[in-house]
């Protein structure tokens, strides 16, 4: 009876834990370079929005995921504002394989932070003076798996299909 009860104490340590420790945001900047005067234009803004998802061990077990967007809006080739934000979290994890952490910290991650950023980026848009920018869901597991393809294809010595810098994703308004 012992033995199956210490065989159920070790099967329990062993079995994966994943936690959030803290959600907040890193850093944010607003910038309206053409205030007062961009308040007058009547065309709508076009919009460009870049996103990019990063990770750092802070200890064995604990590492930080951040996101980080950059919205620039534009009305008759000036610059109506842009703003830069990075959410991010500390995570803790034990019993979780190296590959399953990347896949994790790509894809779990990224998805529990990025709505407590599209919120920031919404309020501070909106505060600014100019209606918000609701930004798009995004399907953090479709981009991991275009970005290991890609990864794949430099690695075989061909021309990635992706036409981007490699530092970031551009995504559609």
Same mark, same amino acid.
């Given at each position: 009876? *012992?033995?199956?009860?210490?065989?159920?104490?070790?099967?329990?340590?062993?079995?994966?834990?994943?936690?959030?420790?803290?959600?907040?945001?890193?850093?944010?900047?607003?910038?309206?370079?053409?205030?007062?005067?961009?308040?007058?234009?009547?065309? #709508?803004?076009?919009?460009?929005?870049?996103?990019?998802?990063?990770?750092?061990?802070? @200890?064995?077990?604990?590492?930080?995921?951040?996101?980080? =967007?950059?919205?620039? *809006?534009? %009305? +008759?080739?000036?610059? @109506?504002?842009?703003?830069? *934000?990075?959410? #991010?979290?500390?995570?803790?994890?034990?019993?979780?394989? +190296?590959?399953? %952490?990347? *896949? =994790? @910290?790509?894809?779990?991650?990224?998805? $529990?932070?990025?709505?407590?950023?599209?919120?920031? $980026? @919404?309020? +501070?848009?909106?505060?600014?003076?100019?209606?918000?920018?609701?930004?798009?869901?995004?399907?953090?597991? +479709?981009?991991?798996?275009?970005?290991?393809?890609?990864?794949?294809?430099?690695?075989?010595?061909?021309?990635?299909?992706?036409?981007?810098?490699?530092?970031?994703? $551009?995504?559609?308004?």
């Amino acid at each position: 009876m *012992a033995d199956e009860q210490q065989s159920a104490g070790e099967i329990g340590e062993q079995a994966a834990q994943f936690s959030i420790q803290r959600i907040y945001l890193k850093d944010m900047s607003l910038e309206l370079p053409n205030a007062p005067q961009i308040f007058l234009e009547a065309s #709508a803004p076009s919009v460009e929005i870049q996103l990019d998802i990063t990770n750092e061990t802070l @200890a064995e077990g604990v590492h930080e995921t951040a996101v980080r =967007v950059t919205v620039t *809006a534009k %009305m +008759a080739e000036k610059v @109506a504002f842009l703003i830069e *934000a990075t959410q #991010a979290g500390i995570f803790t994890s034990q019993g979780i394989g +190296a590959d399953q %952490m990347e *896949a =994790v @910290a790509n894809m779990l991650c990224p998805s $529990i932070i990025y709505p407590y950023l599209r919120s920031n $980026i @919404a309020d +501070a848009v909106q505060r600014s003076g100019f209606p918000p920018v609701h930004l798009a869901e995004i399907n953090f597991e +479709a981009l991991y798996q275009q970005r290991l393809a890609e990864q794949q294809t430099q690695a075989a010595g061909q021309q990635p299909a992706s036409t981007g810098n490699g530092s970031g994703i $551009i995504l559609p308004h």
